[in-house]
């Protein structure tokens, strides 16, 4: 499977972002699908998961109560609803896959990987 991220840019702190990631392909509804990011200079880091039958998400703390993952499978599409930004939340954000997978937060599990969009918030 192929993924293209795109949704990323410029907000200020308080705004809002909807990041998605098109997968290419017919097996879209068998691959676990999650979001990752990687801020300046530091590890790239788990942001949130949805399992490939839709029946469990995943979250990091820092960002549950503010971003919402879901996806669309009829456009083989997952979204990332980014509300409350902070300038923390400044990095590339990377869309993964994995076939079959627990939505995990172990970048190992993911097989499949996007380009990544910037997304940067200004305080």
């Known amino acids: 499977v192929q993924l293209q991220a795109s949704g990323g840019g410029l907000v200020q702190a308080g705004g809002s972002l909807r990041l998605s990631c098109a997968a290419s392909g017919r097996t879209f509804s068998t691959y676990t699908m999650a979001w990752f990011r990687q801020a300046p200079g530091k590890e790239r880091e788990f942001v949130a998961a949805?399992?490939?039958?839709?029946?469990?998400?995943y979250s990091v703390d820092s960002v549950k109560a503010r971003f919402t993952i879901s996806r669309d499978i009829p456009k083989n599409t997952v979204h990332l609803q980014m509300n409350s930004l902070k300038s923390e939340d400044t990095a590339v954000y990377y869309c993964?896959?994995?076939?079959?997978?627990?939505?995990?937060?172990?970048?190992?599990?993911?097989?499949?990987w996007g380009q990544g969009t910037l997304v940067t918030v200004s305080s």
């Open positions: 993964a896959a994995n076939r079959w997978g627990a939505a995990t937060s172990a970048r190992n599990e993911y097989d499949y």
């Open positions: 949805v399992a490939w039958n839709g029946a469990s998400t």
